[in-house]
C-alpha cells in the first residue's frame, strides 16, 4: 500500500493537459511542405518506393506516403516534412499536398455528414478491426488511451463488440481472408456508424496496393468519414482527427 | 558430405549445397535433432526448380555457432514421409510446402492449411473451411474466439474444446492477416521498396526484421557494415526489446486488472519509443534501418539524450517491478498459469522468449552472433517453471539486461560519422541465411539468388511461426477466464505468422 503511494507520488501526473497544441519530440515527420524550388522532378517522383509522389505540379499523396523521409533527405530544399501532426481529413483529395501551398490540413466540415456530430459529440464508441494491419498502427491506437494521450477523457473508446460501437476503424490493407470478417462486423454495428481508416495501408494499401493477397471492395462501398495517415498513425493525429470529425 | 555447413549471415554459392536423395534429407535432419536440444530447424522451405520442388533445410547447431544446410528435389506429386510424424518441430513447415506446392507428406499427423496464402496450391480450400478438430460428447461445448477480437489487436481465430470452464484442447488458426509477403518480395526490385516490405513484417518488431532483411542483403552483396553502424543497430534493437516488454509488463497487469501497473508500465515505454522518434522520426523506428547506410547517424548528443532517459527510466521501472511481484493477487494470477513443460517446449521448436521462460536456452545473440553481440557476451536469462510468471519474469530480468548492454555499446560509440556506400549487387545463385534475435525470439530470413543475381526466393520466419503451438500447449487444463493473460504473456504476431 506504502509502496503504491510512493509510486503514484513519484510519477506525478502524467497526462497531457490539452491535445490540440501539444509539441511532438525530436524529428517527427508530419505534414509535409512542398517549395516551389526546381528540382529533378523525374529523380523526385522515381525517389517514392510507394508512388505518392507526381510531377507538374509537385504533389505528394499523404494517402499513399509511408512517411520514410526518403524524398526530403535526398531534395531538402523542395520537401520538408513539419512536425504538424494535425493531418486527419475527411475529403481524401485533401490528403494530396501541392507545391508552393503550405496550409494546415482541415476537416471540411460540408462534408461531415450532420448525424455525426448531432449524436456522437460527447460520445464515440469504436469498433478497432484489424485487417492485414502489422500491428504498428494497433499500437498507436492502444497508446491513444494510456495515460498520457487519454482519449477516453473526450467520450472516445474502443468497445468489444460492434453491437456496441458507433463505427469501425480500419487498419492494414484489408487481406482477402479478413474481407468477410469486416462485412460481418460493419453489418453489426447498428446505424448510424462512422468508417475511419487509420495509417498509410488502409487509406491507399500502402507498400500493399499491388498484391493480389488483398481485397479492398469494402472500401469502395461506403463513404469514408475520416482518413488517419501515418505510418503508424500518431496518437495526436488520430484524437484531433476524430475530435475535430465530432465536433 | 551430405551437407554443407556456414556461419549466421554467410553467403555461399547454392551449388555447394549438396542435393541428396529425399530418404538420405529425411534421415539426416532427422538424425540432427533427435535427442539434441542444442540443434533446433530455422528454416525448411521449398521453391520451384523447373518442374520440381527443391527443398532446403537450415539445421542451427547453437553449441558449436554453425548452420548445416542440406537439400534435396522432389516432384509435386510425391507422397513423402512425414519429417513430422516423428519430429513435431517439422509440422509446420511440412504444412507451408503442402499447402505451396500440393507435396503430400505421408504419415503427418494433420496436414491442414497453414496461412491460406493467395498462391496456395489449391484456392479451393478457403479459410471460412478450415477444418477444426471435434470431439463428440455430451459433456464437452466449444467455443470460437475471433478472427475479430475484443481489444485493439489483430485477428485470428481460436477455437477451445472445454469441459465446463476448464480449456481441453485449443485449436489456432491463423491467416487472417496474409498479404503475400514473401511473394511481394520478389515483385517489388527495388531495394527501397523491398526494405519498407521488411519493415511491414511485423510492426511491433520492426527493428528486428528490418536488421534481418539488411543482413542478409549486405551479405548477399559482400558488403561490410562499419562497426559505428553495426553498434547503432545494436543500440536499436536492445530499445526495442526493452519498449515493448515494457508494454508487455503493461497489458499483463491490465489482463489482471491492476491499474497502476498497466499504467505506469504503459506510461514508462512512451520515452523510450519517443527517444526512437528524435532519432529517427518515427516512434517504431519505421526507416532507421537501411542497408549500406547509418542515414540517421546515432550522435553524441542522442547518445547524451539516451543515457539521460535510461537513467530515468531504469529505477522507475525497477520500483514497478518490485511492488508488482510482491502483490499475493497478482502472484496468484501469474503463477503456474499456462504451463508448458521443457519437454513440450522442446518438442515443438520453440524459440526465444518463450523457449526460454521453459528452460530451454535458445538465444542467437549468444548462439550466433551477429552485429554488436560479438563483442557483448550475452548471457541468455532463462526460467524453469514455463508459466505466466516465468514469462513476465524474463522480460522483467531482459530489460535492464538490454539496459547495461546499450550503456556498454554507448560507451563504445562516442565518435559518428555518416556512413553511405551503396551495398553493391547481390552475388548470383547464392544462399544466405540471416538470423537475429528480436524481443519475441528468433527471426531468420533466407534469400536464393538466381544465375543473374535476381531474388529467387525470399522466406520469413518470424518466431511466432512455432511459439503459437506453445501457447495452445499453454492453456490446456486451465480456465478459459485465464487464457487472455496466457495469451497476453507470449503476445505473439499474427501477420508474423500469416506474412
Partial sequence: MLGHIKILYHEGKQFIPDVTTARVPGIFRGRPVISR??????????????GAITASPVQLDLGRCSFCGECARQFPEKIEFTTDYMISVNDRERLIITEGVNEPLKISPEKVRREIPRLFRKSLKLREVSAGGDNSCEWELNAANNVQ?????????????????????????VTENMAEALQICYDAIPDPKVIILAGTDAISGGIF???PAINRDFLNRYKIDLYVPGNPIHPLTFINGVLDLIK | MKY??????????VSQIPEIPYDAFF???????TDAPELHCVNYFGYPAGSKVKLICCMADDLHHVIHVSSCQVHPTDQLPSLASQLFCFEKFEREIHENFGIQFTGHPWLKPLRYAHNRKDPGQTIANYPFYSIHSEELHEVGVGPIHAGVIEPGHFRFICNGEQILHLEIQLGYQHRGIES????KTRLSERVQIAESIAGDNVVAHTLAFAAAWESLCGYKPSPMLESARTVALELERIA????????ACADIAYQIGSAVFGRLRTPVINFMQEWCGNRLAKGLIRPGTDQYPFTPELAQRLAEVLLRFEPEFIEMNTELFKMPSALSRFERTGTVSLANTT??????LAARASGLSRDIRSSHPYAGYHTLKHEPIVKRHGDVYSRLQVRKQEVPQSIGYVRELLKSMETSQTVATPPGTPAPGSLVVSLVEGWRGEICHCAVTDAGGELLIYKVKDPSFHNWMALAMAVRNNEISDFPICNKSFNLSYCGHDL
Fill in chain 1, 209 to 211: 496496393r499491388d498484391t
Fill in chain 2, 244 to 251: 515493448i516488454h515494457t508494454g508487455d509488463l503493461s497489458a
Fill in chain 2, 347 to 352: 518438442a515443438i521448436g520453440s524459440v526465444g
Fill in chain 2, 27 to 33: 534421415e539426416l535432419n532427422a538424425g540432427f535433432v
Fill in chain 1, 149 to 173: 494521450f487519454d482519449m477516453s477523457r473526450f467520450g472516445i473508446e474502443f468497445v468489444a463488440s460492434p453491437r456496441h460501437a458507433d463505427g469501425v476503424v480500419i487498419t492494414g490493407p
Fill in chain 2, 184 to 187: 511481394l518480395f520478389l515483385s
Fill in chain 2, 4 to 13: 554443407t555447413t556456414i556461419v549466421n549471415n554467410q553467403t555461399i554459392p
Fill in chain 1, 37 to 50: 524550388t526546381k528540382a529533378d522532378e523525374e529523380a523526385l517522383v522515381n525517389i517514392c518506393p510507394l
